[in-house]
């Protein structure tokens, strides 16, 4: 693909006896923003690392804006690690021209660029500040900030909203909006599902070192049936029979905001089902319901689906 | 190149910004200037010692006092020569001063005999001082302050009341020990002084001279004291009883000439005949061969070279862990292994603290010349001559050399042993073998300056590591041109060398997170190939 800013072929990592990555292929097209996804330790931060030439693949290509290793493109790259830190001692300003400069921009130029930003995204009190002297939100903040100062064609974050408070994690989403609207390809991993909901065109989920699913949010959403949930008297087992419906099933009891002697009830749907159908059922059967709720399926649900178990296992060994 | 040096002047200006950068430009000279100034004035702020002479032998105690009369002289007299020294007119005659005017004025004073002394003493306090400074006078500068003559420093005390000299000995150190130990102070004048030292002079001492015997009597089993007693709580201070010692026994001599019916003025001209040994160094010129306190200082020139390589390199060690570990723990690394090589960052790093060393002996060494030249002095102005002297030598380059291979050689295994780290206790751990490496050269300093050609010092110049300080040490004696050769060819490859294996184990250890590796797992990372 030609627009692509960003294509790994079969690439693996491994650590003696231990796979990081397993043959991992990808292709990212050139101003979208891309999310990594998966549970701790899948092996996003090795990828990632590798894609900017830090560790080396054991097999596999690797092509970054053209070129087989990004250090011959690292001044078209920005870079947020997944561990934050900067130097304790120097001025947030400073910070921020010193890794412009680092990546080729003219000294003054880069101070221009480090309080434009600053002041654009809320800083510019702190801009003399000594880094030691700012939260840690703050903080993680001004190294997003250097971390794109240098306007990179690719920019990859890697878990940037970790120890954002809210309203901040919406001041750093609407800075990855802004470098889409500039054109700017993004990729950030995260884990916190809502922000890749909201901001990714594409996802790529990767569990135990292995890609688990890779496309459009709707691609991935589709890949958990739809769902109905159904609060009733009566039994509605029945339902399974309809056109569209692919399963019934009774949730278990829980009092929680639910009428006393009403049963709880989960169908998965068919992509094309109409609801509507089923209320209609419900309606001439004189299924009284006292809860009708059709929801979109959310990406937090595919993603407990694709990976649930296994991150479940993989925390509790 | 570029990345390199924005690495470097970060990192330089990162260090030159910290307080302990500073603390360990000022504290240097300050220390110097301190211990300098302090020195010189110690010496004529040392307190007034009180002692007392009991003489029951009634022969000895002229000889005493003419001793403690003789020192006091001595003082007087280099303090005068200081003293025009110092408010000399004319600043560029100070080229004489290297003559050691200081030896010359002890060697005539100990060819007065005591009667000399007296009559120097006389001589000085009925005007001779004044006279002297009379003659002196046209060629003092005009703002000369007067000459202040110092204060004895061995004062006799008056002896506490109830103090019978005609005791036996033991009695009188009964009484007095109470005084000699601080215990009680005496009266003088309106002060409450305390007893420096008792000198005790039994009657029958005479009967303790020694003489030589054709068979001698073995050590004297009885541990009772013999001669003159020296009682005094102050072991350090030897001038009192030095002076004594010499004076009695040449006392005693005279004794002895007149006994044996000796002609004690031939003796004294006897004692007085010398022939002078003229130092000389074959290594240079016809005619001016004579080794002079120049060359002597040229000699162990190097020895100061060698120690400022090595605070120096002490200096940037800390820099170059602290600042590698700060980088691996704050995780900065990866956003700069991100923009830039590993090879570049560990060049930058090692330029960037390189530049922070040559800065502080910089400063060290202006510092130093500031000084010299406001603080003039008898011994600064020396010093510049001294300088002068080290400038021209080719000692200069030498060090320049073996200051940049050994700071690249040590730098980049502290560099290696900082990417393996996490905390600086750990690197701290790694890091003892190698100061027991470092330590070797200056504990060896002295023996490899004695004989800068001998087999130590030439076993030494072929081991790499210590090759910058040995041969350093070494350089003022003309080393054979095979080992300045082979040395230097040896060290340059195992610089490159350890740069490079560094740069290997730097590119892996950089990333590593968790405890540093063992030997087997270092060992692998050194082998391994990573392009």
């Known amino acids: ?317 | 190149m570029r990345v390199t040096l924005l690495i470097a002047w970060r990192e330089y200006l990162e260090n030159v910004k910290t307080k302990g950068f500073w603390i360990g430009v000022l504290l240097v000279p300050i220390v110097f200037f301190i211990i300098f100034h302090v020195s010189s004035r110690l010496a004529t702020a040392t307190p007034t010692r009180y002692y007392l002479l009991v003489d029951q032998s009634g022969q000895y105690a002229d000889s005493v006092e003419s001793a403690i009369r003789r020192e006091h002289q001595r003082r007087v007299m280099l303090d005068f020569m200081r003293y025009l020294q110092e408010n000399r007119d004319e600043t560029d005659s100070v080229v004489a001063i290297s003559n050691q005017p200081a030896n010359q004025m002890d060697e005539l004073l100990d060819n007065f005999g005591n009667d000399d002394v007296a009559a120097l003493d006389d001589w000085l306090s009925n005007g001779g001082l004044a006279f002297a400074l009379q003659m002196a006078r046209p060629y003092l500068r005009a703002d000369t302050p007067d000459f202040e003559e110092p204060r004895p420093q061995f004062v006799a005390a008056v002896p506490p009341p109830g103090l019978d000299f005609n005791a036996s000995p033991e009695q009188i150190v009964e009484t007095l020990r109470p005084f000699l130990n601080g215990e009680q102070r005496l009266q003088a004048g309106d002060n409450q002084v305390s007893l420096f030292a008792l000198i005790l002079i039994p009657a029958d001492v005479d009967s303790d001279i020694v003489r030589p015997a054709p068979v001698p009597t073995g050590m004297a089993d009885d541990t009772t004291p013999q001669g003159v007693q020296y009682w005094a709580g102050n072991l350090t201070d030897t001038r009192l009883s030095n002076a004594i010692q010499t004076s009695i026994n040449n006392a005693i001599r005279q004794q002895e000439y007149t006994q044996r019916n000796i002609d004690v003025d031939a003796v004294r001209d006897v004692q007085r005949t010398r022939l002078p040994v003229s130092r000389l160094d074959p290594g240079k010129v016809a005619g001016d061969e004579q080794v002079s306190l120049a060359d002597t200082f040229r000699q162990w020139a190097p020895m100061g070279f060698v120690y400022l390589i090595f605070i120096s390199l002490m200096q940037s060690v800390q820099y170059l862990l602290s600042n590698t570990i700060e980088e691996k723990s704050n995780r900065i690394i990866e956003v700069l292994l991100a923009s830039v090589t590993p090879g570049e960052l560990m060049m930058g790093k090692l330029l960037g603290i390189g530049a922070t060393g040559i800065t502080t002996i910089v400063a060290w060494l202006v510092s130093f010349f500031v000084f010299i030249r406001l603080y003039q002095t008898v011994e600064t102005a020396m010093i510049v001559q001294i300088l002068d002297v080290l400038l021209s030598s080719d000692l200069i380059p030498y060090f320049v050399f073996y200051y940049v291979c050994c700071y690249a050689l040590y730098a980049g295994i502290f560099l290696a042993i900082g990417s393996l780290c996490n905390t600086l206790k750990e690197a701290q751990s790694l890091m003892m073998p190698l100061m027991m490496v470092l330590v070797v050269p200056i504990l060896t300093m002295s023996f490899v300056a004695q004989d800068p050609n001998g087999s130590l010092a030439r076993v030494m110049s072929w081991i790499p590591l210590f090759t910058p300080f040995t041969m350093m040490n070494r350089a003022a004696a003309q080393p054979p041109m095979f080992d300045v050769v082979g040395t230097t060819i040896l060290l340059v490859v195992s610089t490159i060398a350890v740069l490079w294996l560094s740069g290997r184990v730097f590119r892996q250890g950089i990333l590593r997170t968790g405890q540093p590796p063992r030997i087997l797992e270092l060992w692998r990372m050194l082998r391994k190939r990573t392009t």
């Open chain 1, 1 to 317: 693909m030609s627009s692509a800013v960003l294509s790994l072929t079969n690439v693996s990592k491994r650590y003696g006896d231990f796979t990081a990555v397993n043959r991992i292929n990808l292709s990212i097209p050139k101003g979208s923003v891309y999310g990594f996804l998966g549970p701790n330790g899948a092996g996003k931060t090795t990828t990632i690392r590798m894609i900017l030439d830090i560790i080396r693949p054991d097999e596999g290509q690797i092509e970054v804006l053209g070129c087989t290793s990004a250090m011959q493109v690292r001044n078209r790259i920005g870079y947020l690690p997944e561990e934050k830190g900067l130097y304790k001692k120097m001025k947030v300003w400073a910070i921020i021209s010193y890794f412009a400069t680092l990546k080729g921009m003219h000294r003054k130029d880069a101070k221009l660029r480090a309080f434009e930003l600053l002041e654009q995204y809320g800083l510019k009190d702190f801009a003399n500040a000594t880094v030691d002297s700012l939260s840690k939100g703050m903080g993680q903040k001004v190294q997003v900030l250097s971390s794109i100062a240098h306007n990179p064609e690719l920019v990859i974050l890697d878990e940037p909203f970790s120890g954002l408070d809210p309203v901040n994690q919406e001041v750093l989403e609407q800075l990855i909006r802004d470098l889409k609207n500039n054109g700017q390809t993004v990729i950030f991993s995260t884990h916190i599902m809502q922000h890749a909901e909201r901001l990714c065109e594409r996802l790529l989920l990767i569990t135990q070192g292995s890609k688990v699913f890779d496309g459009t949010v709707d691609e991935a959403r589709a890949i958990i049936p739809r769902r109905v949930i159904l609060e009733c008297l009566d039994d509605v087992s029945a339902l399974a029979g309809l056109d569209g419906v692919l399963s019934v099933c009774e949730l278990p009891v829980s009092s929680e905001g639910r009428i006393p002697g009403t049963r709880q009830w989960e169908l998965y749907v068919k992509e094309q089902t109409n609801p509507q159908m089923i209320l209609q059922h419900c309606f001439h059967n004189s299924i009284s319901l006292s809860r009708f709720d059709f929801t979109q399926t959310s990406l937090h649900d595919v993603f407990v689906h694709l990976v649930g178990q296994e991150a479940r296992e993989h925390n509790f060994r």
